[in-house]
């Protein structure tokens, strides 16, 4: 479309799918308000937040959610991921059509392998996670005296075990990253690069399945909102590196710009094993309480 119509037409297309898609959404999908839903279905309300006025909804409030060490660290690793994967993205183009010599229009489809990739990491992802808290339960079920038992004490599982599979993910992230990037430096076959950016899309992809799940564990109660400010500190990151690569690429060239994003993603994963392995006292020393 880009090639043959002009770069209008791609944004007038998104526009209109955009649109489509949104009257669909509106009319189609069910309605998952909790508040609303147990109301309707006169269900027990469980982690149901009160309702708020305008006044109460400061965003900068939920963007301070970040001085919790926990969540610190999580929108570190969030913001040095989705960094490196959009820079990424951004820079694909001109590999492909500077260093293999791609129009285009062909250049536009070999970001299919990256969302084949986000796809798989997101199934995988999220089920590996459901087998880990299932694991996880059954541990702690199995740990319970029969008093507790015939209390009917309600079982919690520590949001930390969804972060336990988390290293698998974002290390297939990091490896492709950077052989991708020593690719395209060499030039090396477009089939190993597109090889890559499918292994970089599942990798997030599956680290964003632990990561999203966990934040929104830690505060039950406003899980759009901690996701909202998910996004603001990995949009900041972003808009920042992105800016960035382009003198990057001049300068150091496409091997060891990736390695520079190699490096930053491997440090705030590191990091995250803090959070991993200590999180949970963490959170009994210095908040957030989870209601």
């Known amino acids: 479309m880009g090639q043959n119509a002009g770069w209008r037409w791609v944004f007038w297309f998104l526009a209109i799918w955009g649109g489509v898609m949104m009257l669909l959404s509106i009319f189609v999908l069910p309605e998952t308000h909790r508040r609303i839903v147990a109301a309707k279905h006169r269900i027990q309300q469980i982690n149901i937040p009160p309702v708020m006025s305008i006044r109460q909804n ?101 949001p930390e075990t969804r972060l336990q599979m988390m290293w698998v993910g974002s290390l297939l ?57 998910q996004n603001f500190w990995r949009s900041v990151w972003t808009a920042v590196i992105v800016q960035l690569f382009p003198t990057m690429l001049e300068n150091i060239g496409w091997g060891w710009s990736y390695t520079t994003m190699f490096f930053l993603t491997l440090v705030s994963l590191s990091l995250m094993q803090i959070v991993v392995f200590r999180g949970e006292q963490l959170r009994q020393r210095f908040g957030p309480k989870i209601q």
Request: charged share 10%.
């Open 58 to 158: 400061n965003p900068l409030l939920d963007i301070a959610t970040a001085r919790y060490p926990v969540i610190a660290l999580s929108m570190f690793h969030f913001a040095m991921l989705f960094g490196a994967y959009f820079t990424n993205a951004t820079g694909q183009p001109l590999a492909y059509e500077n260093t293999y010599g791609l129009q285009q229009g062909t250049s536009g489809l070999c970001f299919l392998a990256s969302g084949v990739g986000c796809i798989a990491g997101s199934l995988s992802g999220g089920r590996v996670t459901d087998i880990m808290l299932k694991k996880r339960r059954l541990q702690l079920e199995a740990a319970m005296s029969d008093k507790e038992k015939a209390s009917g004490q309600q079982i919690k599982v520590p």
């Open 173 to 229: 992230f990091l490896c492709s990253l950077i052989t991708c990037g020593w690719f395209v430096e060499n030039k090396v076959s477009l089939a190993g690069v597109l090889v890559m950016q499918f292994c970089i899309g599942a990798g997030m992809s599956f680290t964003f399945q632990s990561l999203g799940g966990y934040v929104i564990d830690v505060f039950p109660t406003m899980s759009a909102r901690i996701t909202g400010v």
